[in-house]
């Protein structure tokens, strides 16, 4: 695909930007889950999509959603702290959060040197504070009323209090970082996980709200899918009731006569998480031949 037939609009096609950097691997694993087959060649920024009214751009999260306000793109996905940062006016179609690297909620926090003066946000009046989103930063400060001075950090922020600045805004998942470069959370500035986000323009053409919603729909059934797992068990009739009072189902289990119709077929969908604790009571229950299958798309 070349630039200019992503720019051209005289062809039906949803125009979708995909994020390069940390969130890639991941997204193309979401779209892989959601049905979609996207190839990414290197040093190529337009990936292939197995879908003939799709074309996409890959671009870096800190840019998506200018782009998309600007009506570049239809559709994104990108984090919802580079929308504030950016402070573009775009749609929000759907968090995308899951248990996936770099899918899970992140924090942006203000933290200062263990051992420094400074207790509360209001204790940096007047002083430095070192920050990749400085668009962020500042609306936060002006909210509390406070004049401090923010300066935009290259990279490894975390190491310059208390020499290089008074304080810091950094993203932490963990908290790992933090702790291991002796720094304290004074407060929290902005949560974010990635979202699909839209154009208002686009929003307004009937067939890209359809394609959109396709996709939305593909997309939070494979997130939904992500931590669950299907289990399927043959369980005698005389103990049904002391099989099902143990599941926890996202729905009524599937209860389905067998050959012997002493015995029945009990299918559910739980969370995968719970599996190694209710299988060994599932079986003291009375249930037999535990089948556990991982799921694609939960829809509905």
Not at 78 to 90: K, L, P, Q, Y
Not at 192 to 201: F, V
């Amino acid at each position: 695909m070349s630039d200019r037939s992503f720019a051209d609009r005289s062809t039906k096609k949803l125009r979708l930007g995909l994020p390069k950097g940390s969130l890639q691997e991941t997204t193309v694993k979401l779209f892989a889950q959601a049905g979609y087959n996207v190839r990414i060649q290197s040093r190529n920024y337009y990936p292939d999509i197995d879908d003939e009214e799709i074309e996409c751009i890959l671009i870096r999260p800190q840019e998506m959603a200018r782009y998309v306000e600007q009506g570049v793109m239809d559709v994104a996905i990108t984090g919802r702290d580079w929308v504030i940062e950016s402070g573009a006016d775009v749609e929000e179609v759907a968090n995308l959060e899951a248990p996936w690297p770099n899918y899970v909620p992140v924090r942006w926090i203000l933290a200062v040197k263990e051992g420094s003066p400074f207790e509360k946000p209001e204790d940096l009046r007047g002083k430095r504070i070192a920050a990749e989103v400085v668009g962020m930063t500042k609306k936060y400060l002006a909210a509390k009323n406070i004049d401090a001075s923010v300066e935009f950090s290259w990279g490894a922020t975390e190491v310059k209090p208390p020499i290089l600045a008074d304080a810091i805004v950094d993203v932490t998942e963990t908290g790992s970082s933090l702790r291991a470069n002796n720094l304290r959370v004074i407060d929290t500035i902005a949560e974010s996980t990635p979202r699909l986000i839209a154009n208002h323009a686009s929003l307004e053409e009937p067939w890209i709200v359809d394609k959109i919603d396709r996709l939305k729909m593909l997309l939070l059934g494979a997130i939904s899918a992500a931590s669950r797992v299907c289990l399927a068990m043959n369980v005698p009739r005389t103990q049904l009731d002391d099989v099902l009072e143990l599941l926890p189902a996202l729905n009524t289990p599937t209860i389905s006569t067998l050959a012997d119709e002493a015995w029945v077929d009990v299918t559910t969908v739980i969370e995968e998480r719970l599996v190694r604790e209710l299988l060994p009571r599932l079986v003291a229950a009375g249930a037999r031949g535990i089948i556990e299958s991982p799921l694609n798309k939960i829809v509905g």
